[in-house]
C-alpha cells in the first residue's frame, strides 16, 4: 500500500459519505413530493429549485476535491498532520453536504426556505476550504507556478465571489441564477476543458 492509498482511504470514505448525505436527503425529499402526488392531495410540499441545485453544486464540488487529491497522489506522504488535515478537510466536507437537505422535509412546505436557513453556512464551508486547499498547495514548491498563474488565480476569485454573491444575495432568482453559473462552471471545466 503507498502512502497516498493509506490517506485516500479515510479521504475517499468521508467524501463518500457526503455523497451518501447528498443522495438520502434528495431521496427522502423526493419521496415525500411523490406521497402527496400519489394520495391526489394538494401540494403540501415542494422540493423547489434552490436545494436541488445547491445539491448539485455541492456534489461537483466534492468532485472537484477527489480530482484536487488524486492530482496531489505523488507528493502526499503519511505523518500524523496530514491525516489530521484530511480528517477535518473531509469532515467539513461532509457537514456541508450534510446541511444541504433537512433530516425532516416535510417540516417545510417548500424546500427553497430551508435552501435561505442554510445556504451561509454551506457556501461559508466551502470557502473555507478553498482557502484551507490553497493555503497547502501553496506549501508545496513544485505547484507555486500553476496555482499562482493568472488563470488558476483568476478562477479561484470568480468561484469565491460567486459563493460569496449567494451568501449577500437573498432573492431566489439571483440564487438560480448564482448556482446555475457555479455548476456551469464546474461542467465546463470538467467536460469541456
Known sequence: M???EFVF???ALV???SLVALLSGLGRALELEFAFDAAGE???FSIGWLTPLLAIFVMLDLMSFWIFAWTLRDLISVTPATLI???AFSSAY????RLVFPERPESFANLDTHYFRISRTVF???IALVFVQWAYLLTMSELTAVLLSPL???MTVLFVGLMGAAMIFRRRAVQATILSVLIARYLVLYLIV
Open 2 to 4: 503507498t502512502e497516498f
Open 9 to 11: 482511504i479515510l479521504y
Open 15 to 17: 467524501l463518500g459519505l
Open 94 to 97: 461532509y457537514l456541508a453536504a
Open 152 to 154: 488558476s488565480v483568476g
Open 42 to 44: 394538494e401540494a403540501k
Open 85 to 87: 488535515g484530511v480528517m
Open 124 to 126: 461559508g464551508i466551502l
